[in-house]
């Protein structure tokens, strides 16, 4: 064991934040740490590295044990480059390579009586060196901070130019360097692009120690932990698995004991009630045998309401009016900046019901095209047409759409003038903000109450095409999960940038990967890109490099290749409706049959046929016949289900 928490206990202004919260890391644990905003996933984090006492409870280590710990927020402040910084921690390593090359030049000028002893000193130094990694760490620095998304021309900026984001990853880069025990990260990936979110999976993944995570990455939690730690109303529960294993245990785990909730409910409300009519008969011998009910009523361990699932924020995406079949046409977009070359000719186009998920590395320009569709930004180049009825919605990562001198209450009535107070209240509390919460500034909140505003003026805007950037940033699993679902029920048309890959893979239609300044079009989710872009890459790899002059495929043959894939997807699609159709009325007739046999058995008490054997004898004739129809739709319903599982 690396770590053990014991009955950690936290409050703050009297509000309890954790109550007997107890858990252990074994020495290659790899575990998530989670639970709803505001719950104490940091208090706790700290407490753990010693940042911030708890008022009850220990954290042990083992001995000899080393932990390193990744904030949300750092701000390195050292006049120095990023290589240069990242170099610190191998200090000692530099310090005995340096002791190596002047025993070398003692050994150039040193008698015969001296050398033995410093040839000695020298082997065992250079062993040392070596098992140490002495003639990797150059290499091993390299590819930490290319794996983190720095490019080798960036390796000797000073850190005082960096952004908050790009200092985060280099505080990454300097604790991942140090190997320690247990690695500790507080929303490790908020700043990285997807390239760098794979690399540091795969670099955790194979970590030789212990790893504790906080993050609302559910994609990357499901790739590296083998253990969830979720925190709920101030108490702890460990489950074994990753974050979909947890998800589903949790479901069961709250459904079980919304059952056993309900019962026990159901119970106390029936002893209530015979206790009431004991007393109500006003004799000696009723109202002791009350009592008694009473007293062990009393004595029973009340359970307590689990939480609903999703029940926290309220949002519902509905189109005010229909668009046009063709919501968007991009011809030969282009755009540039100083020194910066975005993208180049970019076309495409954009369907009534189309989820679109635009992806790339950072910088590749993805925001500036969500902002030139949405008339925020010109294009250097290039045409863009909305369609028929078309009315954007947007959603800024920023919240720049959003006011800052303004209180929440009046962000809302501002952009809705025509909302009662009651609507825009009941609206706000849907979103979590009730009571004074209304009246707090918009430059008071925190990202995540942001979005949460941004949210709600997105769903009263009744738009038929949203444009989203990075939506799910500062939302919490539990929100980002609502969203998904409203996006998935939603009639319009999206287009959104995101790096969460959870999300993706739950709402997208199709993805749009922007790189090397043009777009590779995908028609399926992020697993269906996943699955394709490899064979993409190996059969780019693969073919000749021709000169514009000697039989390169034209444009139109990648169209038609593309048309062709576009045709397939949607006979999928259509066969699955198709399938869904067929599970419908199925289950329709099922149903009938059933209270077809039910009309049997109440008709056969009846004395008209009670005393009449011929309609006895034909009602059970049907009831038989439709018995035996009922086993062959169940059977016809499970194999259309199989079915169409296996085509989703």
Request: glycine letters at 6%; proline letters at 2%; a negative charge.
């Amino acid at each position: 064991m690396i770590l053990s928490v014991s009955n950690i206990s936290k409050s703050f202004s009297e509000k309890s934040i954790l109550k007997n919260v107890s858990f252990h890391l074994e020495d290659y644990d790899k575990a998530a740490l989670v639970g709803i905003n505001g719950v104490g996933k940091t208090t706790l984090l700290k407490i753990i590295v010693g940042a911030l006492s708890a008022d009850e409870g220990l954290v042990t280590f083992s001995k000899g044990k080393t932990f390193g710990y990744l904030a949300q927020h750092n701000d390195i402040s050292e006049e120095t480059t990023i290589y240069d910084y990242l170099l610190q921690v191998k200090l000692p390593l530099l310090n005995l390579e340096h002791e190596i090359r002047n025993a070398e030049k003692r050994m150039k000028d040193c008698s015969q009586e001296e050398l033995p002893e410093i040839m000695k000193q020298y082997a065992l130094m250079t062993e040392q060196f070596e098992r140490q990694g002495g003639y990797q760490y150059q290499s091993e620095l390299t590819g930490v901070l290319k794996g983190l998304g720095f490019s080798q021309e960036e390796f000797h900026r000073l850190l005082s130019t960096l952004s908050g984001g790009q200092k985060t990853r280099v505080a990454l880069g300097k604790l991942l360097l140090t190997n320690p025990d247990l690695i500790i990260l507080d929303e490790p990936t908020n700043h990285l692009d997807m390239n760098s979110i794979a690399w540091l999976e795969t670099y955790l993944m194979n970590y030789k120690g212990a790893v504790l995570i906080v993050s609302h990455d559910r994609y990357f939690l499901d790739k590296i932990t083998q253990k969830v730690i979720e925190l709920d109303q101030t108490k702890c529960t460990v489950f074994s698995g990753n974050y979909s294993a947890y998800s589903l245990k949790k479901e069961q785990l709250r459904a079980s004991l919304l059952q056993a909730y309900l019962k026990q409910q159901q119970e106390i409300k029936h002893q209530e009630e015979v206790i009431e009519k004991l007393k109500s008969f006003n004799r000696e011998k009723s109202i002791k045998r009350a009592e008694s009910r009473e007293k062990a009523l009393n004595k029973i361990d009340r359970l307590e309401k689990p939480s609903e699932v999703n029940s926290e924020m309220k949002l519902s995406l509905t189109p005010r009016i229909t668009s046009g079949n063709d919501v968007l046409s991009v011809e030969g977009l282009s755009k540039s900046f100083p020194a910066h070359n975005l993208f180049e000719n970019l076309s495409f186009e954009v369907k009534r019901g189309e989820h679109v998920a635009v992806i790339g590395d950072n910088g590749t320009g993805k925001t500036t095209l969500l902002k030139i569709i949405n008339q925020m930004m010109e294009a250097d180049r290039g045409t863009l047409k909305l369609g028929t009825n078309v009315t954007i919605g947007y959603y800024d990562q920023e919240h720049q759409v959003l006011h800052g001198e303004k209180t929440v209450f009046e962000e809302i009535s501002d952009a809705y003038p025509h909302l009662t107070n009651t609507e825009i209240r009941n609206t706000l509390a849907a979103f979590l903000f009730t009571g004074d919460d209304v009246f707090l500034k918009i430059s008071s909140l925190s990202g995540g109450e942001r979005g949460r505003v941004s949210l709600a003026k997105l769903m009263l805007s009744e738009s038929n095409f949203l444009i989203l950037d990075e939506p799910t940033n500062h939302l919490d699993i539990m929100s980002r999960e609502i969203l998904e679902s409203a996006i998935n029920s939603y009639q319009g048309t999206v287009i959104y940038v995101s790096h969460d890959r959870y999300f993706i893979n739950k709402t997208a239609t199709r993805i749009l990967e922007l790189a090397g300044k043009t777009f590779t079009n995908y028609l399926g989710n992020y697993d269906y890109y996943l699955e394709k872009k490899p064979q993409i890459g190996i059969m780019e790899d693969s073919l000749p490099v021709f000169s514009k002059h000697n039989g390169v495929s034209s444009p139109k043959e990648g169209n038609l290749d593309k048309k062709l894939e576009y045709k397939q997807r949607k006979e999928e699609q259509a066969a699955i409706r198709k399938k869904e159709r067929e599970l419908v009325k199925t289950e329709d007739r099922i149903a009938y049959i059933e209270s077809r046999m039910e009309e049997i058995d109440h008709l056969m008490i009846l004395p008209e046929y009670c005393s009449n054997s011929v309609k006895l004898q034909e009602l059970q004739k049907e009831k038989e016949e439709l018995e035996e129809e009922l086993m062959e739709k169940m059977l016809l319903w499970e194999t259309i289900s199989e079915e169409l599982s296996a085509a989703k």
